[in-house]
């Protein structure tokens, strides 16, 4: 998080261009950061356009658009121009505020918002569960936590701090993946959940969105001490 102070309405915009096989991240950045008494406040927003630029073939297995002869079998899937990279959120949002009360306490609290992104497995966009074969989405939801923190200086030397990440303990997920999986929607183990078609001496597969939590609601409790001369 950057929290130098410029004058008020003073924006900065940076465009973004990576390449990487097969794809590109194009985009812009922008930020504002200000000041007025005792209260400092910024925002900072990316758009990222990551994309495919060439037709690619991929594994998709756990994909319900795969080429397989049947569902839940093995196939691949086409990419296309233009189809999005997958874990790239499009939109990443940032807002903070810090505000001083008096010369020895502030206080601080910022909002992050992330917009959806495709699971990795989904690099098509056109995984559509059927609630048989294939569960889950297909993709990483998007999301916004809030944190807070406070800081006490009693002398110029120590600092005392209390910091609360993900204040409402809302629930929500940093990544997804396309696989397949032993366990049905309601969560109970089955070692066969098919008994056919089988093709090639191969029954069809169960598969999922595999979801990679973010972290829940966490305090953090600290001192700091500064030897030689107080600043």
């Known amino acids: 998080m950057e929290r130098r102070s410029v004058p008020c309405g003073e924006p900065r915009r940076h465009p973004v261009r990576r390449r990487q096989p097969g794809g590109i991240r194009q985009g812009i ?8 008494g005792p209260l400092t406040f910024g925002a900072n927003y990316t758009y990222l356009d990551a994309t495919y630029r060439s037709a690619e073939v991929l594994n998709g297995s756990s994909n319900s ?9 093995d196939g691949n899937i086409i990419v296309r121009p233009g189809d999005r990279l997958p874990q790239v ?8 505020a810090e505000l001083a009360i008096g010369p ?18 989904n690099e098509n966009g056109s995984h559509q569960p059927d609630g048989v074969y294939y569960l889950g989405r297909g993709a ?12 006490y200086k ?11 990440d993900n204040v409402f303990d809302t629930r929500y997920n940093t990544g997804a993946q396309l696989a397949s999986t032993g366990f049905d929607g309601r969560g109970q183990f089955v070692s066969r959940p098919f008994a056919g078609p089988v093709i090639d ?11 990679a939590p973010g972290a829940e ?9 500064t030897f030689g001369p107080g600043r």
């Open 29 to 36: 950045e922008a930020g504002l950061n200000g000041r007025t």
């Open 201 to 211: 001496g191969e029954r069809p597969r169960l598969s999922s969105t595999f979801l």
């Open 104 to 121: 020895r306490l502030t206080l601080d609290a910022d909002l992050q918002a992330v917009s959806r992104s495709e699971a990795r497995g």
């Open 65 to 73: 658009s795969n080429d397989a002869p049947a569902p839940g079998f």
């Open 140 to 151: 990483s939801p998007g999301y916004a936590i809030v944190n807070m923190g406070a800081a």
């Open 89 to 96: 959120p499009r939109n990443i949002a940032k807002l903070f």
């Open 154 to 164: 009693p002398n110029p030397r120590l600092r005392l701090f209390v910091q609360v």
């Open 217 to 225: 609601r966490t305090i953090r409790v600290g001192v700091r001490y």
